[in-house]
């Protein structure tokens, strides 16, 4: 898969299947648009955004991404992406108006045969352009729209809004389901207080930067350590620490087995059950006597397949 970070893209990929939107989560609403883009005869393109407009716009926003960027692409590459055309969403691509992004975006730099987008798919200055404006300018400019309406489960909508929901709720297991994988962070192995060493629980500290913020709580995890293929199994905690008074959320893991230094190495941690609510000890005995009965309900809870 070929991913340009500006609209020079080679002859060779224009005249091409492109679907356009966001993709956050890349989840089963999304797989839909991609399964009727990817033809046989055409290639299949995505014209997506960095970073995501709603954290352009609103600066405060900061836990929101259901996948960084690297797996977003890891994910469109598996789905049968040939080529992603990534842009910098800033403030002069903001003022952009819908109808100059139709003729001097789409047309005149990438010139897909093919248009794919959700029907709720907005965009240009303003988010004025939409579906209905997409589809009075197709034989002008040459190409054939395709609006794909949403994709439910259980007669419910699935969406990248709907994801973060379900994660900030709790429900990592339905939230799994959508995403049709199991729900990951990335990131370094950071320094921390040794909190964990000192119960007895030498733990891996990862800082949650862009993602959207799970339930604080205990889950069931398993890791992926660097660019090992073997996923260990594991128990992560997400919170501020408040038996310790702590005021940073933190994801924290213990993994299994693993007793070799790991510092600054790039985990993966897919969360596969939600063990229980964070709360406040009155003691780290207390705590300790806890995180104990938290290992062994982890150890159950990863039962089953993980999807990554």
């Not at 014209?47 to 690297?70: A, C, G, H, Q």
């Not at 350590?225 to 702590?246: D, E």
Request: hydrophobic share 35%; glycine share 6%; with cysteine.
């Amino acid at each position: 898969m070929k991913i340009f970070n500006n609209f020079k893209i080679p002859k060779k990929y224009k005249r091409s299947s492109l679907a356009v939107g966001n993709f956050d989560g890349a989840h089963k609403g999304h797989q839909k648009v991609f399964k009727q883009a990817r033809g046989k005869k055409l290639k299949f393109g995505i014209l997506t955004f960095s970073p995501l407009p709603v954290m352009f716009f609103n600066k405060k926003i900061k836990n929101y991404r259901l996948t960084s960027e690297d797996k977003k692409f890891q994910l469109l590459k598996k789905f049968g992406v040939n080529f992603v055309v990534n842009i910098k969403f800033n403030k002069n691509f903001s003022k952009i108006s819908a109808e100059n992004f139709i003729k001097n975006i789409l047309y005149k730099k990438i010139n897909p045969k093919r248009i794919f987008v959700s029907n709720n798919f907005k965009f240009g200055n303003k988010r004025k352009g939409n579906v209905k404006l997409l589809k009075k300018f197709e034989k002008r400019y040459d190409y054939k729209l395709s609006k794909i309406n949403p994709y439910k489960y259980k007669k419910k909508i699935i969406s990248s809004t709907r994801i973060r929901e379900l994660l900030q709720k709790g429900n990592i297991n339905l939230a799994n389901k959508l995403l049709s994988r199991t729900w990951q962070i990335d990131g370094h192995v950071a320094k921390g207080k040794k909190i964990g060493r000192k119960l007895g629980y030498r733990t891996c500290n990862i800082r949650i930067k862009n993602y959207v913020l799970p339930k604080a709580g205990i889950y069931a995890t398993k890791v992926l350590i660097g660019k090992q293929k073997k996923l260990h199994p594991s128990v992560a905690y997400i919170g501020s620490r408040p038996t310790f008074k702590g005021k940073e959320i933190l994801l924290e893991i213990y993994i299994f087995g693993i007793k070799k230094n790991i510092y600054k190495k790039r985990l993966g941690v897919y969360f596969v059950k939600f063990i229980r609510l964070d709360k406040k000890f009155k003691s780290s005995s207390a705590l300790v006597r806890q995180m104990n009965k938290d290992v062994i309900l982890a150890k159950k809870g990863l039962k089953g397949k993980t999807v990554i």
